[in-house]
C-alpha cells in the first residue's frame, strides 16, 4: 500500500522533474485536483453545482467554501440532485452538473443519471471516489459507480492522473452537451483531488473517436423535399430532439410556411407553440385524437428529433402504415430502429431544418386539412367540469389560466403527466418538463427545484402526484433554504392514479396496493412543517383561490394539496398492443 | 393494413439471419470493452465469439466480434458500437472478402492404441500435435470457425477432454483478384 502511495506521489507534480517542465511552460499553473476542478468549471461557465458532501469529497467542499463564482445548492438525497440538475439542464439548455461523494452517494444518483440518459440530457456527475491505492480493497465507502452507471452513461471516466484531470473534465462536458446529449460522469478518486498537477487553461478538446455528424447529406434533404412538396398528406412529427437542438423557431418557420401539420411527442411540448393553427398538439398514447388519426392517415410523415418510441407508435404494424418516411436525427441508431424509414437524414435539426425548408415546396394540403379541422371539431380533448368538486383536468386548465401559458411546468409521473401535457398551452420552448423515457416517479419536484434555479424570472409549476411527490418530499428542505419559489400543486386523488386505471381496465378493477389515502399526510401542516406555505383546495373555488394565493409568493416553495375526483381516468389512451387509430377516446358510459 | 408491400417486404427481410464478423477499432482501455460487452448483453444481441487485443497502433486496440441476426438487427449493432464513445472505426467484413482464422486448443484422450487415428484426423485438419502424455494429447487447430468446429466433431468420439478457443480474429482481404 505505502508504494502504491508512493508511486501516486511520483505521477504527481511534487517532484523536480516536473516543476522544471511546468518552469518550462510559464502560462500553466500548479494547482491541486480540487482546485483544478473548481477552475475548470468555472472556465467551462458552469455557475451552479447540485450536490451533497462527504469523505471522498472533502478536499473538493473546501474549495467550494465562500466560492463565489460557483453557487453549490446542497440537495438533501443524491437522487434529488441528478433530478436537479437535469430539471436545470432542460430548463436552460446548459449542462447540469453534479457532485457526490463515493459509495452511497454515487449510488444515489443512478436513478437520476438514467433518467436523463433515456431522456438524452445533458449532465455532468463528478462521484468521489476511494484513494486509488484502496480501489478493490472493497474499501469504507467504496462502490464501482464507473461500472454501475456505465449502461446509463453517455461516457465515463475514472482519473487516474490528476495532470488528465482538466482535460477529461473538459472532454466529459464537450461529450455531454454535443451530439445526442448524455449524462457523463467522473469518478475522483481522493488523492487526484489533493495531490498537484497541471493546469493548462486550453480549452481544445479533440478526441478521434468522437466526431458526432451536425450536417445532412445533401442528396437525402433534396429527396425529403420532394416526398414534402408533393404530398397531399404530410405531418411533421416533432420531439425531444428539436429542444435538445434548439431547432424551434426553424421547425415553427418551416411549419408555418408549408402549412403542414404538426404533432409532437411529450418530450417535444413547446418545440411548436400549440396557439398555432398547424398544431395537432401531442399524439402516441395519451395523444389527441386527431394527432394519432393524422398519424395513421398521412402519405409522408416527417420524424425530426423523435425516435418512434413504444409509447408513441402503438403496435408497429399498424403505424402509420400508408406513409413515406423521413426522419432527422442526429443519432443513426435512432433510425430504423423500431419502423423501417425511407429518408433518413443523420445531422444536427438547427442545420437540416433550414436546408429542408429551402428546398420544399408548399404542398397542397387543403383537403387534408379538411379532414384534420373535423376530426379536431368532432373529436377535442375532454374536460369534464364539476360544481362540488375538482376533477383533475379543470386543475391542469385553471393552471393553464393562472400562469396564462408562461408557466414552466414540471411533471412527476403518472395520470397528471399525461393531462398536463395535454391540456396545458404549451406555446414556448422549454415549458414542460417531464420525465419521458424512463417514466420515474420522484423526478417532478426537484426536477423543478432545478428548473426553477435555472429560471428565476418564469414561475415554476411543479404538477404532481400524492404518490410521486412523497418520493422526493424532502427537497422541501432545499427550496426552503434557498428561498426557491416552486409551486407544487399536488393532484391528490389518493391513489397511485395511473397504475389504478390499468387495474381497472384490464384487471377487472382488482386495485391492488394502489390505494394511498389512509397513509398520506396532511400536506399542508407538512409544508409548513419545513417552512413552506400549504395551501389546500377541495372545490373549484376554493383552487381559483390557492393558485391566486400561490402565484403571489416568490420567496419560498408553495403547496398546493388539491384534492380531486378519485377515480377519473386519462382519455384518450390506446390500450397497450393496439394501433393509434384503436384508441378508446372515454368511459363506454359517457 | 397488412397488404402494405413495404411491411411485408421489411417482414421477409427480418426472417433470414446471416452471420457477420465486424471488427472495431477501440481506444485501449477496458471500460471501451466493458461498454461493448454491456452494450450487446443490454440491448439483446447476441456475441458468437469476441477477441480483444493490442491493434498496430499503440495504444489502440481492434476487437473482432462475430454475430448473427437478421439485417435489422445487425445494423443496429453497428450503430450501437458506433456510438461508444472510444470507438473509432466499426466495419462489418462480412459485406466485402476477408480472412478470418480462429485457434482452438484441444484436449483429448488418446489411448495408445487409438493415437494414429487421432494423427491421421490431425493431418487431415492440418493441425498440430502439440501435448502428449500417455493417455491424452493436445492439439492446436488453426482455422475458420466452420474448420474447427468440424475437427471439434471429429475428435468427438475419443473423449474431449478440455478445449480452449480463441474466438474470430479477421481482416479484410487486400487484393480480390480481379484489378
Given at each position: 500500500m505505502n508504494n502504491q502511495a508512493t508511486q501516486v506521489k511520483k505521477d504527481s507534480l511534487d517532484d523536480k522533474h516536473t516543476e522544471a517542465l511546468v518552469d518550462a511552460k510559464p502560462q500553466e499553473q500548479i494547482l491541486n485536483g480540487s482546485e483544478i476542478l473548481v477552475k475548470t468549471l468555472t472556465d467551462l461557465g458552469v455557475d451552479t453545482i447540485f450536490g451533497y458532501p462527504g469523505g471522498a469529497v472533502l478536499p473538493i467542499y473546501d474549495k467550494l467554501y465562500n466560492n463565489p463564482d460557483l453557487n453549490h445548492i446542497l440537495v438533501r438525497h443524491e437522487q434529488g440532485g441528478t433530478h436537479a440538475a437535469d430539471g436545470y439542464a432542460r430548463a436552460t439548455g446548459k449542462p447540469g452538473v453534479v457532485l457526490v461523494t463515493s459509495g452511497p452517494g454515487g449510488t444515489n444518483t443512478v436513478t437520476g443519471i438514467a433518467t436523463a440518459a433515456i431522456d438524452s440530457i445533458p449532465l455532468v456527475v463528478f462521484t468521489g471516489q476511494v484513494a486509488t491505492n484502496l480501489i478493490g480493497n472493497d474499501a469504507f465507502q467504496e462502490a464501482d459507480i464507473v461500472g454501475i452507471t456505465r449502461p446509463i452513461t453517455k461516457h465515463s471516466y475514472l482519473?487516474?492522473?490528476?495532470?488528465?484531470?482538466?482535460?477529461?473534465?473538459?472532454?466529459?462536458?464537450?461529450?455531454?452537451?454535443?451530439?445526442?446529449?448524455?449524462?457523463?460522469?467522473?469518478?475522483?478518486?481522493?488523492?487526484?483531488?489533493?495531490?498537484?498537477?497541471?493546469?493548462?487553461?486550453?480549452?481544445?478538446?479533440?478526441?478521434?473517436?468522437?466526431?458526432?455528424?451536425?450536417?445532412?447529406?445533401?442528396?437525402?434533404?433534396?429527396?425529403?423535399?420532394?416526398?414534402?412538396?408533393?404530398?397531399?398528406?404530410?405531418?411533421?412529427?416533432?420531439?425531444?430532439?428539436?429542444?435538445?437542438?434548439?431547432?424551434?423557431?426553424?421547425?415553427?418557420?418551416?411549419?408555418?410556411?408549408?402549412?403542414?401539420?404538426?404533432?409532437?411527442?411529450?418530450?417535444?411540448?413547446?418545440?411548436?407553440?400549440?396557439?398555432?393553427?398547424?398544431?395537432?398538439?401531442?399524439?402516441?398514447?395519451?395523444?389527441?385524437?386527431?394527432?394519432?388519426?393524422?398519424?395513421?392517415?398521412?402519405?409522408?410523415?416527417?420524424?425530426?428529433?423523435?425516435?418512434?418510441?413504444?409509447?408513441?407508435?402503438?403496435?408497429?404494424?399498424?403505424?402509420?402504415?400508408?406513409?413515406?418516411?423521413?426522419?432527422?436525427?442526429?443519432?443513426?441508431?435512432?433510425?430504423?430502429?423500431?419502423?423501417?424509414?425511407?429518408?433518413?437524414?443523420?445531422?444536427?435539426?438547427?442545420?437540416?431544418?433550414?436546408?429542408?425548408?429551402?428546398?420544399?415546396?408548399?404542398?397542397?394540403?387543403?383537403?387534408?386539412?379538411?379532414?384534420?379541422?373535423?376530426?379536431?371539431?368532432?373529436?377535442?380533448?375532454?374536460?369534464?367540469?364539476?360544481?362540488?368538486?375538482?376533477?383533475?383536468?379543470?386543475?391542469?386548465?385553471?393552471?393553464?389560466?393562472?400562469?396564462?401559458?408562461?408557466?414552466?411546468?414540471?411533471?412527476?409521473?403518472?395520470?397528471?403527466?399525461?393531462?398536463?401535457?395535454?391540456?396545458?398551452?404549451?406555446?414556448?420552448?422549454?415549458?414542460?418538463?417531464?420525465?419521458?423515457?424512463?417514466?420515474?416517479?420522484?423526478?417532478?419536484?426537484?426536477?423543478?427545484?432545478?428548473?426553477?434555479?435555472?429560471?428565476?424570472?418564469?414561475?415554476?409549476?411543479?404538477?404532481?402526484?400524492?404518490?410521486?411527490?412523497?418520493?422526493?418530499?424532502?427537497?422541501?428542505?432545499?427550496?426552503?433554504?434557498?428561498?426557491?419559489?416552486?409551486?407544487?400543486?399536488?393532484?391528490?386523488?389518493?391513489?397511485?392514479?395511473?397504475?389504478?386505471?390499468?387495474?381497472?381496465?384490464?384487471?377487472?378493477?382488482?386495485?391492488?396496493?394502489?390505494?394511498?389515502?389512509?397513509?398520506?399526510?396532511?400536506?399542508?401542516?407538512?409544508?409548513?412543517?419545513?417552512?413552506?406555505?400549504?395551501?389546500?383546495?377541495?372545490?373549484?373555488?376554493?383552487?381559483?383561490?390557492?393558485?391566486?394565493?400561490?402565484?403571489?409568493?416568490?420567496?419560498?416553495?408553495?403547496?398546493?394539496?388539491?384534492?380531486?375526483?378519485?377515480?377519473?381516468?386519462?382519455?384518450?389512451?390506446?390500450?397497450?398492443?393496439?394501433?393509434?387509430?384503436?384508441?378508446?377516446?372515454?368511459?363506454?358510459?359517457? | 393494413m397488412s397488404s402494405n408491400p413495404q411491411i411485408e417486404m421489411n417482414h421477409t427481410d427480418m426472417g433470414t439471419k446471416s452471420k457477420h464478423t465486424i471488427s472495431v477499432l477501440v481506444d485501449h482501455n477496458l471500460n471501451a470493452l466493458s461498454r461493448i460487452l454491456g452494450m450487446f448483453n443490454g440491448r439483446g444481441f447476441d456475441i458468437d465469439t469476441i477477441s480483444f487485443g493490442e491493434g498496430q497502433q499503440p495504444g489502440l486496440a481492434r476487437i473482432t466480434i462475430t454475430t448473427h441476426g437478421d439485417s435489422q438487427i445487425v445494423e443496429q449493432i453497428i450503430k450501437q458500437l458506433h456510438n461508444v464513445i472510444d470507438v473509432i472505426k466499426v466495419r462489418d467484413l462480412s459485406f466485402e472478402p476477408f480472412v478470418e482464422r480462429e485457434l482452438a486448443l484441444i484436449k483429448v484422450s488418446a489411448h495408445p492404441s487409438r493415437r494414429s487415428e487421432i494423427m491421421q484426423i490431425v493431418n487431415v485438419f492440418r493441425a498440430k500435435i502439440i501435448d502428449m502424455s500417455p493417455d491424452k494429447l493436445t492439439i492446436e487447430v488453426t482455422g475458420n470457425n466452420d474448420k474447427i468446429t468440424a475437427a471439434l466433431g471429429m475428435l468427438r468420439q475419443f473423449g474431449l477432454v478440455e478445449v480452449a478457443r480463441t474466438g474470430t480474429v479477421a481482416l479484410r482481404r487486400e487484393f480480390t483478384g480481379d484489378t
Open positions: 482519473v487516474k492522473d490528476v495532470n488528465d484531470l482538466e482535460y477529461t473534465i473538459r472532454e466529459a462536458f464537450h461529450i455531454a452537451t454535443t451530439g445526442k446529449p448524455g449524462p457523463v460522469l467522473i469518478d475522483l478518486p481522493k488523492d487526484m483531488v489533493m495531490s498537484k498537477g497541471h493546469y493548462t487553461g486550453n480549452k481544445t478538446v479533440n478526441k478521434r473517436s468522437y466526431r458526432p455528424v451536425t450536417h445532412g447529406h445533401h442528396s437525402q434533404i433534396m429527396k425529403a423535399a420532394d416526398l414534402l412538396s408533393n404530398a397531399k398528406k404530410p405531418l411533421i412529427y416533432a420531439g425531444g430532439g428539436v429542444l435538445l437542438g434548439k431547432a424551434w423557431e426553424e421547425l415553427t418557420s418551416f411549419a408555418e410556411r408549408v402549412n403542414v401539420p404538426v404533432t409532437t411527442t411529450l418530450m417535444g411540448l413547446g418545440c411548436f407553440p400549440e396557439s398555432k393553427s398547424q398544431s395537432l398538439g401531442m399524439l402516441g398514447m395519451h395523444g389527441t385524437y386527431y394527432a394519432n388519426m393524422a398519424m395513421t392517415e398521412c402519405d409522408v410523415l416527417l420524424a425530426v428529433g423523435a425516435r418512434f418510441d413504444d409509447r408513441v407508435t402503438g403496435r408497429v404494424d399498424g403505424f402509420s402504415p400508408n406513409s413515406r418516411k423521413i426522419h432527422i436525427d442526429i443519432d443513426p441508431s435512432c433510425i430504423a430502429k423500431n419502423i423501417p424509414v425511407e429518408v433518413p437524414i443523420v445531422g444536427d435539426v438547427k442545420n437540416v431544418l433550414p436546408q429542408l425548408d429551402n428546398y420544399t415546396e408548399k404542398p397542397d394540403t387543403k383537403e387534408w386539412w379538411d379532414t384534420l379541422n373535423k376530426w379536431k371539431s368532432d373529436h377535442p380533448l375532454q374536460s369534464p367540469r364539476a360544481k362540488d368538486h375538482i376533477k383533475p383536468q379543470h386543475m391542469i386548465e385553471a393552471i393553464s389560466e393562472v400562469t396564462k401559458g408562461e408557466a414552466v411546468v414540471v411533471t412527476d409521473v403518472g395520470q397528471h403527466q399525461m393531462w398536463a401535457a395535454q391540456l396545458y398551452k404549451y406555446n414556448h420552448p422549454r415549458s414542460f418538463i417531464s420525465s419521458g423515457g424512463l417514466g420515474t416517479m420522484g423526478y417532478g419536484f426537484p426536477a423543478a427545484m432545478g428548473a426553477a434555479i435555472g429560471n428565476p424570472d418564469r414561475p415554476v409549476f411543479c404538477i404532481s402526484g400524492d404518490g410521486g411527490f412523497q418520493m422526493t418530499i424532502f427537497e422541501l428542505a432545499t427550496c426552503v433554504q434557498n428561498n426557491i419559489p416552486v409551486k407544487i400543486a399536488i393532484m391528490n386523488n389518493g391513489y397511485l392514479g395511473m397504475v389504478r386505471q390499468w387495474q381497472e381496465l384490464f384487471f377487472d378493477k382488482r386495485y391492488s396496493s394502489v390505494d394511498l389515502r389512509d397513509g398520506n399526510p396532511d400536506f399542508v401542516k407538512l409544508a409548513e412543517g419545513y417552512g413552506a406555505v400549504g395551501l389546500r383546495a377541495t372545490t373549484p373555488e376554493e383552487m381559483d383561490e390557492v393558485l391566486q394565493k400561490a402565484m403571489e409568493i416568490n420567496d419560498r416553495p408553495v403547496v398546493m394539496d388539491i384534492v380531486v375526483d378519485r377515480e377519473e381516468n386519462c382519455y384518450p389512451m390506446v390500450p397497450a398492443g393496439a394501433a393509434l387509430n384503436e384508441m378508446v377516446e372515454g368511459n363506454s358510459e359517457q | -
